[in-house]
């Protein structure tokens, strides 16, 4: 038993809407998530982006709740909310005082249930506006702002569903139409498609009614259509694969992307943990090597993307200062990625520990908590997986973590993006 | 209850909302002159503490812009016990959040940590605050990072906007007229005497404030604070009295060029308004009526009404003397000149006309029921408590939170309006593509176009990378 007891119970209505309720009095606050399993990869070919735009959609009202309606009544209740859009799912949440949590149920059942109604061209067109500014705002207009499509595009084969990144493509939206949202929503939007986690101060027994009231009507709906493209993937790229930007950028960067076991399989705790020895804080074996000791880099990044579909991605930056060259930092890059095969148990030990706090940390908020409930109940089924995710961890061991550098973070599994300060015009 | 009466149409009823019950929160001093605020909480087996100091970049001149930043961030590179992978390592093992930064009127070291590691992570806190030794080659290194950080960020088009509309609005000679990264020139004069004296001006137990919150009892803490800061001693020196900003800029429209940005930065504001005002609750209903929360008047209008964007909004940054009011978004490049008539409108639409009754409610009720939300972790709470005490406020500050938002009505806030939104003493800053956007902004009617030179800011924090939509 690990330092973590979340307490829960999960439900099911008939409809197949999975329902998870984890009460806890400590604050009079409240959170309600919901989480979809679609996302990114689910998009067809040439409606890359699509299903970003339609969770812009998911606010633009239901039948019985105008535009702007859905933020007024939660904002002016209290509460706080939003939404994102994953690779792999979408979430919607709200975190209310706990006397308002029915009016939660309310919304989110309305858009469940009750979206279509309410859509129409002129909410589409604003929404598509609003996105194509959060691409130029987000990506467009930051230096390096391109690097994950691009690394995309060199981690995954074509036609494998984590070929594209979530925002996806402006012209592919411009080709999105109001039916495209209505055949998305009968599609995907279904009960039995969906986690919906209660956390918080309320009545368990109560809960679970209301829950069954507001939600229990909706149609269940059919089976999720399989992925699109080709899914399956070979564990490694198979080779050093290479793309290089000469651009408007302060500083040379070296990315390096790394094809790793999905988050569904146990190996990745042996890459997270891997990742954690590589680039977590200023004793990591990056910070201290690169940026300390050597200064060849001005900081280190790492982050280890946690997808459930063929191969999850390992990703590594460093920056170099004015002049550096490009090569030096790949070099300091791979040698360090390579040099893990010497993995010690201290150092595996020290990762763990930075982990546990991290975890215990996130839980103080009921948002927190039921969002992390609504995917171990969505990815595997099982949202206790939330107190066993430390044993997990800690029962990742030195020699495994040696194995992963030697399987998997060699030359035969490596996408490296340069970018190089210059003249891109 | 609910459940029989299930009617869609309506948004349902609910009870009285919870009140949140503040506990009594102790407030002493220790012997050697440091004040100790301790609120406990036994939710999670985590204590969250944070060691704040007066005087952050406000209390070294502008011309050492950035010496604040620089020397908190050198306290963990090395004591006279401890090299800087020693600390880092330790600090990692427990489990640990060891970080230390400085704001424009504070410096603060802040650590967070499981419970049964709070001696172990006090004796290392207690260490980089009472003998750091600043090594010189460290000192080349973090200062050459924090110049890259320059470079780098002038690069960005939001923290180009953010530089060029501090500036404008204080000068370079008022310490809120830069980055807390500091500039390119002042940070290269910075030496590690600079570091050296800063700290021993500050970094003393006459000018800290210890917050505690968390599972930690009184008795408790007191024996690990003696032992952890054993021998800590001094007054460091007090502060001085800020100067004001030197004049206000003159109206107008200042645009620094990217050529060729995706969109452009738009900021719009003025030198307003200290922490200390009596308007506070005025103007905080105030601003979330304008630009504070997603169904703010500017949001609404510009991303949800024209699509000019991805988010717009504005705050007034109270602060120990007069901070900035800033309106900001990103807008595309086609309809900069819209957007920024847009802002102008919503701003000065406020001192034209009454809130509607049904729109101040909301904002009212955004402020006064959420507060819960903002007590949730141990880590916001000593935030809000670390802010009272930065600010001299009481302690019971949040007791009348709610019945003092609550009490704002139309008439204050339009009275806040016309005296803190004066649209004619604003200045606008537009980071982006000049010639795509300069002759239309000139056609304005709202002064001049002045372009300026590129300047830099401070850096961002480096977290989790990918990008969820």
Redesign the interface.
């Known amino acids: 038993m690990g330092?973590l007891d979340v307490p829960f119970t999960r439900h099911r209505l008939d409809n197949g809407l999975r329902v998870v309720l984890s009460h806890d009095p400590?604050?009079?606050?409240v959170a309600v998530n919901l989480w979809y399993g679609v996302g990114s990869r689910n998009e067809a070919p040439g409606r890359t982006g699509f299903a970003?735009l339609f969770?812009h959609m998911m606010f633009q009202g239901s039948?019985?709740v105008p535009?702007?309606r859905h933020?007024?009544?939660v904002?002016?209740?209290?509460?706080?909310l939003n939404a994102?859009?994953?690779y792999d799912r979408t979430n919607y949440f709200e975190?209310l005082?706990?006397?308002?949590l029915?009016?939660a149920?309310?919304l989110e059942?309305?858009r469940m249930g009750?979206m279509v109604p309410a859509m129409d061209q002129e909410k589409l067109?604003?929404?598509?506006?609003?996105?194509?500014?959060?691409k130029?705002?987000?990506y467009?207009?930051?230096?390096y702002g391109d690097w994950?499509e691009r690394l995309h595009r060199m981690v995954y084969p074509e036609r494998h569903p984590y070929r594209h990144?979530?925002?996806g493509s402006m012209e592919d939206l411009d080709a999105a139409t109001l039916d495209d949202v209505a055949s998305f929503f009968a599609t995907y939007y279904v009960p039995s498609n969906a986690v919906l986690t209660v956390a918080g101060?309320f009545d368990p027994d109560?809960t679970l009614?209301?829950v069954e009231?507001?939600f229990g009507e909706i149609p269940g709906g059919d089976p999720i259509p399989p992925l699109p493209g080709e899914p399956s993937l070979p564990p490694l790229i198979g080779d050093t694969v290479r793309d290089e930007v000469v651009g408007?950028?302060?500083?040379p960067r070296v990315i390096v992307g790394t094809r790793i076991p999905p988050y569904s399989v146990d190996g990745f705790a042996v890459a997270e943990v891997a990742r954690s020895v590589l680039g977590?804080?200023?004793?990591s074996r990056l910070y201290?090597r690169l940026?300390?000791e050597r200064?060849v880099a001005?900081?280190v990044?790492t982050?280890a993307?946690p997808l459930l579909t063929g191969a999850g991605m390992l990703?590594t930056?460093a920056?170099g200062?004015?002049g550096s060259k490009p090569e030096e930092l790949e070099a300091a890059l791979a040698g360090e990625m390579e040099g893990l095969a010497d993995a010690t148990s201290d150092e595996v030990?020290?990762a763990v520990?930075?982990t546990?706090?991290d975890l215990?940390?996130s839980?103080?908020?009921?948002g927190e908590r039921a969002d992390l409930l609504s995917m171990f109940e969505l990815y595997f089924n099982d949202p206790g997986r939330l107190n066993t995710e430390i044993d997990r961890l800690r029962a990742v061991t030195p020699e495994q973590v040696r194995g992963f550098a030697a399987e998997r973070l060699g030359a035969d599994n490596r996408a490296v993006l340069t970018y190089i300060p210059g003249d891109d015009? | 209850m609910g459940v029989d009466t299930l009617d869609r149409s309506r948004v349902p009823g609910v009870a009285a909302p919870s009140e949140m019950k503040f506990p009594e929160i102790q407030d002493y001093r220790l012997q050697n002159g440091l004040r100790v605020v301790l609120w406990e909480r036994t939710a999670l087996p985590l204590v969250s503490l944070q060691l704040q100091f007066r005087g952050g970049a406000s209390a070294h001149p502008a011309q050492k812009a950035g010496l604040a930043a620089l020397t908190a961030d050198m306290l963990d590179e090395g004591t006279s016990t401890r090299n800087a992978l020693e600390i880092a390592g330790t600090v990692d093992l427990l489990g640990a959040t060891l970080t230390s930064s400085a704001g424009y009127d504070a410096s603060q070291v802040r650590l967070s940590i499981l419970r049964d590691k709070l001696a172990d992570g006090l004796a290392v806190m207690a260490d980089i605050v009472m003998h750091p030794t600043f090594p010189e080659s460290e000192f080349t290194r973090v200062r050459k990072e924090r110049l890259d950080r320059v470079l780098q960020r002038s690069a960005e088009p939001a923290a180009m906007a953010d530089d060029a509309f501090v500036r404008t609005l204080y000068g370079t000679d008022h310490p809120y007229g830069a980055s807390l990264l500091g500039t390119s020139e002042t940070l290269e004069d910075l030496v590690r005497e600079d570091v050296e004296s800063f700290f021993h001006a500050r970094y003393a137990p006459g000018q800290a404030t210890l917050v505690v919150v968390g599972d930690i009892e009184r008795a408790a803490l007191d024996s690990l604070l003696a032992a952890s800061f054993a021998g800590w001693q001094g007054h460091g020196e007090d502060l001085h009295a800020l100067p004001m900003a030197s004049g206000a800029p003159a109206p107008g429209i200042y645009v620094v060029d990217k050529p060729g940005a995706a969109q452009s930065e738009v900021r719009v504001g003025y030198v307003a308004v200290d922490r200390k005002t009596p308007d506070y609750y005025p103007l905080t209903v105030l601003n979330t009526v304008l630009g504070g929360t997603f169904t703010s008047r500017l949001n609404l209008k510009l991303r949800e009404e024209k699509g000019y964007t991805y988010g717009a909004g504005s705050a007034f940054d109270m602060r120990v003397a007069p901070g900035p009011f800033e309106a900001a978004a990103a807008v595309a490049t086609p309809v900069t000149d819209s957007a920024v008539a847009d802002f102008v409108e919503e701003i000065d639409r406020l001192s034209r006309e009454d809130v509607p009754n049904e729109e101040l409610e909301r904002a009212r009720n955004f402020l006064a029921l959420r507060l819960p939300q903002r007590f949730e972790s141990v880590d916001d709470v000593v935030r809000r408590l670390a802010e009272l005490v930065l600010y001299d406020l009481p302690l019971g500050f949040y007791s009348d939170y709610v019945t003092a938002v609550q009490g704002v009505d139309a008439g204050a806030v339009r009275r806040a309006a016309e005296r803190y939104l004066p649209v004619s003493r604003m200045i606008i800053v537009v980071a982006g593509d000049r010639k795509e956007v300069e002759s239309s902004l000139a056609s304005l009617d709202l002064g001049p176009v002045v372009v300026l030179g590129p300047v830099a800011t401070p850096g961002a924090s480096e977290s989790n990378p990918s990008r969820e939509e």
Do not use: C, M
């Open positions: 330092i400590t604050a009079p606050v970003h969770e039948l019985h535009k702007n933020f007024e009544l904002e002016r209740a209290g509460g706080s994102t859009t994953w975190t005082p706990s006397n308002q029915e009016l149920l309310w059942s309305d009750w067109d604003n929404q598509r506006e609003v996105v194509k500014n959060e130029r705002q987000r467009d207009n930051q230096p994950d990144t979530v925002i101060d109560r009614r209301l009231a507001w408007d950028v302060p500083l977590t804080g200023r004793a201290r940026v300390r200064r001005k900081d990044t982050y993307f990703l930056w920056t200062y004015p030990e020290r520990a930075v546990e706090t215990v940390r839980l103080e908020r009921v015009r």
